[in-house]
């Protein structure tokens, strides 16, 4: 057993805990839960900090429970948000938690035995509890007045658009997860992002008032940016966990592009890296800030640990193309998706594959077939230079001919137009 409290302490990460819940933790193993919301088929990183948070959970020597929302999906939580969500449908909800269990099998060792995780799903212990059944044992215990005084309901009473019932009973409901897992599985402390304190301490009271119970809560810091900008948040959207939704190299490049203050700070919540070696990165990193040593370092711990070894080897490839020297044939074992995704924001064009059969000279293909150039005679000027490259390869006659067999993976035609100015042409 070793500190979970201390290390989520030291990393930054602690936000609030109970009274006592630190002196329970440090007696011996205990059992302990993070809900995760289906509201879509992968978790994306604003999630990383609770699957951290349940990894040294494990790592300290307790046994980490996986809450997956079934039920709870179904009704949508008001922490944090401004207007009512879309519910979800069944068959949608549970491709969600299919997705979700598959992710969380990544991060945490699952095993019956000693410490292994866990994962539950609260469908299971709702589909067959009545309302009448549900206001008559649980909804007595907890009156309105405390159920009015959370700032998830008073914000959005205070606001335009009003709170639903079904959105004013969700307390209720993750109330009585923490009840169930704390009566059948002995879960005594409920973990979650500091939105959820009044949710968990819902919970903890249900579970006084109902059974003279003892539970405990403990909430994590919401990370944000050192701009103070919303973290996991890109001008493309969110970074999914999915390689599908988001492939490795960009996810790589994410944690890539960190600023310093905030490589500084996401190391020490998002890796497992112990006091003494990041500290020694640090270090490194501040005589050398223009290595990105700290970014590099995040990249590769986070990239392996969500996706895999040979899934880092890609995205180093892809950047290493994009940004170096690197060779093309790498694109070939790639889905057409993911080199869409690649060339995110290059200029594209559509070649006609029959026209490409008998050839075209470069001059035709990049100026009128294609407008990678505004004429032919700024095709000949930039070869003339030295500044144009087709599949890395760099061009020297005006009428050098390209054809199907100039394709890379029987699709795409690479153009680089100086050094950083690439053009994808797509066959088709």
């Known amino acids: 057993m070793t500190n979970f409290v201390d290390e989520l302490r030291w990393r930054g990460m602690l936000h609030d805990i109970m009274p006592n ?45 996986a809450l997956v929302g079934g039920a709870t999906g179904m009704v949508g939580d008001p922490s944090g948000k401004s207007a009512e969500r879309n519910l979800l449908n069944e068959e949608t909800l549970a491709a969600n938690l299919e997705g979700i269990k598959k992710q969380l099998k990544q991060f945490l060792i699952f095993s019956d ?9 609260n469908a299971d212990w709702f589909k067959n509890f009545s309302f009448l059944d549900f206001i008559r044992d649980v909804g007595k215990h907890i009156t309105v007045n405390y159920m009015m005084a959370k700032d998830s309901v008073k914000k959005r009473l205070e606001g335009d658009t009003g709170m639903s019932f079904t959105e004013f ?66 001008e493309s959207g969110a970074i999914w ?3 599908e939704k988001t492939s490795p190299y960009k996810f790589y490049q994410f944690w890539l592009n960190a600023t310093d203050a905030d490589a500084k700070m996401w190391i020490r919540i998002f890796t497992m890296m112990g006091k003494e070696e990041l500290e020694k990165l640090e270090a490194e990193h501040d005589a050398a800030p223009h290595l ?8 590769t711990d986070i990239t392996i640990r969500t996706h895999s070894e040979a899934a880092l080897e890609t995205a180093l490839k892809t950047s290493e193309f994009l940004f170096g020297n690197g060779a093309l044939s790498f694109l070939e074992g790639l889905s057409h998706a993911h080199v869409l995704e690649i060339f995110e924001g290059v200029p594209q064009f559509a070649v006609n594959r029959e026209e490409l059969a008998t050839g075209i000279d ?13 004429s032919k005679g700024e095709v000949k000027k930039t070869i003339q230079g030295g500044g144009l490259s087709i599949n ?9 001919l390209y054809a199907t067999a100039n394709l890379i993976d029987n699709q795409y035609i690479i153009v680089q137009k100086g050094k950083k100015n690439y053009f994808l042409l797509i066959a088709e």
Request: a neutral charge; proline letters at 3%.
């Open 241 to 243: 966990l999915n390689p």
């Open 113 to 121: 035995e000693g410490n292994g995780a866990v994962m539950v799903n």
């Open 292 to 299: 990105r040593i700290l970014q590099k370092a995040l990249a």
């Open 169 to 234: 009973s969700y307390q209720l409901v993750q109330g009585y997860d923490f009840y169930y897992l704390w009566k059948n599985y002995n879960c005594t402390i409920q973990m979650g992002g500091s939105d959820q304190w009044g949710n968990i301490v819902t919970g903890t009271e249900l579970i006084r008032r109902k059974d003279s119970g003892t539970a405990y809560g403990m909430t994590t810091q919401l990370i944000k940016k050192s701009d103070g900008t919303k973290f996991g948040k890109t």
């Open 362 to 374: 470069v001059a035709t293909l990049l100026a009128e077939k294609t407008a990678v150039f505004p």
């Open 392 to 400: 890395k390869e760099k061009v020297a006659e005006i009428g050098t």
């Open 21 to 65: 819940a630190e002196d329970k933790l440090n007696e011996g193993m205990c059992s302990g839960y993070i809900g995760f919301d289906p509201t879509a088929d992968s978790l994306h990183v604003g999630h990383l900090t609770q699957i951290m948070t349940l990894i040294h959970f494990q790592h300290a020597g307790h046994k980490p429970f």
